[in-house]
C-alpha cells in the first residue's frame, strides 16, 4: 500500500498529550471533574480537529471560564516561527468552547498545532498550550487514503469504566494512524442515564464515572451539553481526538431514541417533562454544534446543517448524510407514495446534485442508518419502523422509495464508486446487495458496511428485507440483547485506499483491532 506514514506523530504527541492531561485533576467515581484554577484558563477537555481539507481545518476547544483562544501552527514540534490563528472569544453562551479556522495550509502536510487560553482582560496571561497535530488532505493520488468509522458511545448505560481503562477502543483506533475518523451517529446518549453501577452476567459489577448530567435524561441545554462533556472526561478519547481530525455525523441518541420531527412525547413518559421533541431537537443541535468542530455548523455557517460533502483528494469524496432532520414520521411505512421519505426532497436533491459533480474515484455515502437491515421502532408500543427497511421483501414502499429513485439514478447515471458505511445496529456486518435477488431491480450492485458499537450494549443481527436484494456475507453479532462491552462485540471498520491501483479494502474490525473480515474493492467497476 502507498498510504504515506507519518511515524513520528504519535511519539510527538505522547509529551504534549502528557501535559494536556494533566490539566485535568482525577475523576473518581460518581464525581464531576475538578479542574485547577490557577487564575489562568485552562483547556482540560483536550482538543479536537475536524472537517480537514487540503488546506484548511477546524481546532476546537472548551476552556473552564471565559478566554481568548489562540492556534499556533507549525511544520514541526519544535514551533520554531508558528503561524499564529486569533480565534473568538470563549464564553458562557457557548458553553466556553469554540472552533478556529486554520487556513493557508500545506496539502498532504503533518500539521503540528497548540491552542493558547488567554485571559480575555490580560492577554499576556495564557494557561498551558493543549498540542495536537493532523494531516491536510493531500492533492496527490499517489498518496492514498485511510479512514476508520464507527459509531454508538456510551449507550445502554455502559459509560466510563476505569476498571476496564474507559474507551480503549480508540486506542486501538490511534494505533493505525488513520487519515481521519468518521463517526456515524449516537455520539452520546441523551436519552441513557448513566449510573454508578450496572450487574454483569457473572455476577461481577461494571462500574462508571458518573455526573450530574448524566444522571437523567436530557431536557435543557445544560444537560445536553453536559452530555457531550461526559464522553470527553475519557483519557483515550482526548488523546485520540488530539491525534486524529474527526468527520461527524448526527442520529437519533443525540436527541432522544427514535426521534422525528414534530414527534411529541406521550404522557406517560414519565422521564420527560418537556413533550416536543422539535424543542430537545433544537436543543441537542446547539449543544452538537458547539462540542464538535463541523464546518456547516460553525456561527456564521450559511445554511446550518449537519449533511455535507468533504473533497478527501482526487481518491475519496466523504458524503455525510443527515437521516434525521428531514424525515417523515416512524410508521407502519407501507405507503406506495412518499415524497419526503427518510432524508427529504431537498436533502435527496443536494446529494444527487453532488454525486453528479464528484470526480473521486470512490463516492463515500456515509449513512447514520443502514438501507437493507430491518430497524423496528417500538418506542410508543406501535410496529413502526425507524431505518428505511419495513420487512416487506417486494416492491419499495414508504421510505425505501427515495432510496430506489436514488439508486436509480446511480445507474442511469453511470456514478461508479459508490459505498455505503453505517453503524446504528450495535453489530458489524457486510451486505451486498444485487438487483438479480432483489424486487426492484433498476439499480447496479453496491456494498453496505456496518460497523459499532464503540462503547455500548450490543445486540443480534437485524432481519434483512429483500426489496434491494441485500446478501450479507459476513455478519458478527450476540445472540442475547445488551451484551455489555465486557462481553465484548465492539467494533469499528477501515477502509484503505492505495495510491497506486485505486484499490479500496475495509476491514471490519473488534476493539483490540483484530480484523474479522476483508475486502477488497476495484476502482471504476460496476456489479462488484
Not at 421502532?377 to 430506489?404: C, H, K, M, S, Y
Request: aromatic share 10%.
Amino acid at each position: 500500500m502507498s498510504h504515506r506514514p507519518f511515524p513520528g506523530r504519535r511519539s510527538v504527541l505522547r509529551g504534549s498529550l502528557a501535559a494536556s492531561a494533566a490539566l485535568t485533576l482525577p475523576v473518581g467515581l460518581g464525581a464531576a471533574p475538578a479542574f485547577a484554577r490557577s487564575g489562568r484558563p485552562q483547556a482540560g477537555w483536550g482538543v479536537q480537529t475536524g472537517d480537514v481539507t487540503t488546506d484548511s481545518g477546524l481546532v476546537w476547544v472548551r476552556s473552564d471560564r471565559p478566554a481568548r483562544m489562540i492556534v499556533e501552527t507549525s511544520a514541526t514540534e519544535s514551533f520554531r516561527n508558528p503561524r499564529r490563528f486569533h480565534g473568538p472569544l470563549l464564553d458562557a453562551g457557548t458553553d466556553f468552547t469554540g472552533t478556529t479556522r486554520l487556513h493557508g495550509l500545506p496539502s498532504g502536510e503533518q500539521i503540528h498545532y497548540r491552542v493558547l487560553l488567554a485571559d480575555p482582560d490580560d492577554p499576556r496571561r495564557t494557561g498551558e498550550p493543549v498540542a495536537g497535530a493532523f494531516r491536510t488532505v493531500s492533492r496527490h493520488r499517489r498518496d492514498g487514503v485511510r479512514f476508520l468509522w464507527s459509531g454508538d458511545l456510551a449507550g445502554q448505560g455502559w459509560g466510563i469504566n476505569p476498571d476496564r481503562g474507559g474507551y480503549r477502543i480508540y486506542d486501538a483506533m490511534a494505533g493505525l494512524d488513520p487519515d481521519f475518523f468518521l463517526c456515524s451517529g449516537d455520539n452520546i446518549y441523551a436519552d441513557g442515564p448513566i449510573g454508578a453501577t450496572q450487574a454483569l452476567p457473572d455476577g461481577s459489577t461494571w462500574r462508571n464515572v458518573t455526573t450530574e448530567e448524566k444522571a437523567k435524561v436530557a431536557e435543557t441545554l445544560a444537560e445536553f451539553r453536559g452530555n457531550f462533556r461526559y464522553n470527553l472526561l475519557d483519557d483515550n478519547l482526548r488523546r485520540f481526538n488530539a491525534q486524529v481530525p474527526s468527520v461527524i455525523q448526527w442520529d437519533d441518541h443525540e436527541v432522544r431514541n427514535n426521534w422525528y420531527p414534530g414527534e411529541v412525547i406521550a404522557a406517560t413518559d414519565t422521564r420527560y417533562t418537556e413533550k416536543s421533541v422539535d424543542v430537545l431537537a433544537a436543543r441537542a443541535r446547539r449543544a452538537f454544534g458547539e462540542y464538535f468542530p463541523i464546518s456547516t455548523l460553525r456561527p456564521g455557517a450559511k445554511e446550518g446543517r449537519v449533511h455535507r460533502v468533504l473533497r478527501q483528494g482526487p481518491l475519496l469524496d466523504v458524503f455525510v448524510l443527515d437521516m434525521r432532520t428531514y424525515r417523515n414520521a416512524n410508521s407502519p411505512d407501507g405507503q406506495t407514495v412518499d415524497p419526503q421519505g427518510i432524508l427529504g426532497r431537498e436533502q435527496l436533491e443536494w446529494l444527487k446534485r453532488e454525486l453528479s459533480r464528484s470526480r473521486a474515484v470512490w463516492k463515500v455515502i456515509a449513512a447514520d442508518m443502514p438501507i437493507g437491515l430491518v430497524v423496528p421502532d417500538t418506542t410508543e408500543g406501535r410496529p413502526n419502523f425507524e431505518a428505511v427497511a419495513q420487512g416487506a421483501p417486494g416492491d419499495p414502499l414508504g421510505r425505501e422509495l427515495q432510496i430506489a429513485e436514488l439508486l436509480r439514478f446511480i445507474k442511469h447515471r453511470r456514478i461508479t464508486g459508490t459505498v455505503w458505511l453505517t453503524a446504528d445496529v450495535h453489530h458489524t456486518s457486510a451486505q451486498h446487495y444485487q438487483p438479480s435477488r432483489a424486487a426492484f431491480t433498476d439499480f447496479e450492485p453496491f456494498w453496505e458496511f456496518v460497523s459499532g458499537p464503540l462503547n455500548a450494549g450490543a445486540f443480534p443481527a437485524s432481519a434483512l428485507d429483500g426489496t434491494f436484494g441485500p446478501e450479507r456475507v459476513f455478519v458478527k453479532a450476540p445472540t442475547a440483547s445488551n451484551v455489555s462491552p465486557a462481553g465484548g462485540y465492539q467494533f469499528f471498520g477501515e477502509v484503505d485506499i492505495d495510491g497506486g491501483s485505486g484499490e479500496l479494502t475495509v476491514r471490519l474490525r473488534e476493539q483490540d483491532g483484530t480484523v474479522l473480515f476483508t475486502k477488497s474493492l476495484q476502482p471504476g467497476r460496476v456489479g462488484q
